[in-house]
């Protein structure tokens, strides 16, 4: 992974608003917080370390973010979030460099440090595991995911209505009938991914509208790619229309999900990717998620409940990676929910 320190990334900051600059132009946007000497010093090396390239030569030289820039800058979701969609200055249409050049390393050695003893400790744990005890555990996390992965959709069940609807059949009252069913879609979705693992190493256009017929079943939503627009609630971003280029990003991000170096980096990717991609009329932020899931569990990682997320924060983080193509903020996230996980249950 690009290491990036913070005199670095104040300067990437200001390329993500304002587009190509020269380097007097970085530095009156700086300010006199930096001599213009080492600004065009550490613009040599960003170049050096890919997240800047220059154009022109001479006196016109100018330098633009590139797409490792902007993966890995650094973002206030919270702030950034704040300003209305219209005022933002992030992209309001899908990039196509984007997955063709997405670096392969996302987690620093510190974080694959922590990832790598998180799972340690978790198939420690569930080495020899009871049968009766593995049921109690599943049974556990689906609850827990079907549940929070609805709520972060706008699902009024509680923890407990959720509970009593998986283990005893009973709807909760006062609930619309798609809310029950968005749930146990969610169940029998994580059944089928858990069951059928090694079909989600890498995925597919075929695996992905798979789980994403299961994820939809009985909600009146059309299968299969998308053929009209879609919009993103809060955003200006707006994903692709046109049915044969959202064939081609679900190909090109199977692409980039094999040839990123680690589970968790594809796990990462899957789950950013669909949602970015939107190649579904409705449910793809689920999709994504039981996406993610099915491929850590095909490598043998402890798979996601997200119960301890903020559904705010989870929003916010991904309209960042939708404008301005940053994964820091939700990486975040990522592993904070896969320590959580790694920790807390016991699901083989």
């Known amino acids: 992974m690009v290491e990036i320190n913070q005199k670095q990334q104040k300067i990437l900051a200001l390329f993500l608003q304002n587009g190509a600059m020269r380097s007097s132009e970085v ?50 979701a919270g702030i950034y979030c ?25 987690f620093s050695e510190a974080e694959q440090v922590a990832l790598e003893s998180a799972t340690a400790e978790y ?6 595991i009871p049968p009766a005890i593995q ?23 509680t923890l407990l209505d959720t509970e009593k609807l ?45 789980l994403h017929k299961i994820l939809v079943k009985d909600m009146n939503i059309n299968t299969g790619l ?23 990003a679900v190909e090109a991000l199977s692409s980039t999900i094999a040839r990123v170096a680690t589970p968790y980096a594809k796990a990462l990717v899957a789950l950013l990717g669909i949602s970015y991609i939107q190649p579904f009329e409705d449910g793809n932020k689920r999709t994504s998620r039981l996406m993610a899931n099915a491929i850590l569990i ?21 309209l960042v990676f939708y404008e301005l193509n940053s994964i820091v903020p939700f990486k975040k996230i990522f592993i904070d929910q896969y320590l959580f996980a790694a920790k807390n249950y016991a699901v083989k």
């Open 27 to 76: 530095h009156f946007g700086l300010g006199t917080e930096m001599a213009l000497v080492t600004i065009k010093r550490t613009l040599a090396e960003l170049v050096e370390i890919g997240v800047l390239h220059s154009i022109g030569s001479g006196r016109s030289t100018g330098y633009e973010i590139t797409t490792t820039g902007r993966v890995f800058a650094h973002t206030d």
């Open 226 to 248: 998308r053929k009209r627009l879609v919009g993103v609630t809060g955003s200006k971003y707006r994903p692709l229309e046109n049915k044969y280029q959202i064939a081609e």
């Open 135 to 157: 049921k109690k555990e599943l049974e556990r996390l689906i609850i827990e995911l079907s549940w929070k992965s609805s709520k972060i959709e706008g699902n009024t069940y």
């Open 166 to 210: 998986i283990l005893e059949n009973k709807e909760a009252v006062g609930h619309d009938k798609n809310e029950a069913r968005m749930i146990l879609n969610h169940k029998d979705a994580f059944l089928f991914v858990h069951d059928n693992a090694s079909q989600f190493k890498t995925p597919t256009r075929a695996n992905l509208e798979s």
């Open 82 to 106: 704040v300003v209305e969609p219209d005022k933002r200055y992030g992209f309001d249409r899908y990039n196509f460099d984007l997955l063709p050049q997405f670096p392969t390393e996302l």
């Open 298 to 318: 095909a490598h043998s990682r402890a798979p996601l409940s997200y119960r301890s997320v903020d559904e705010n924060e989870y929003r916010e983080a991904m």
């Open 123 to 128: 198939r420690q744990r569930t080495e020899d």
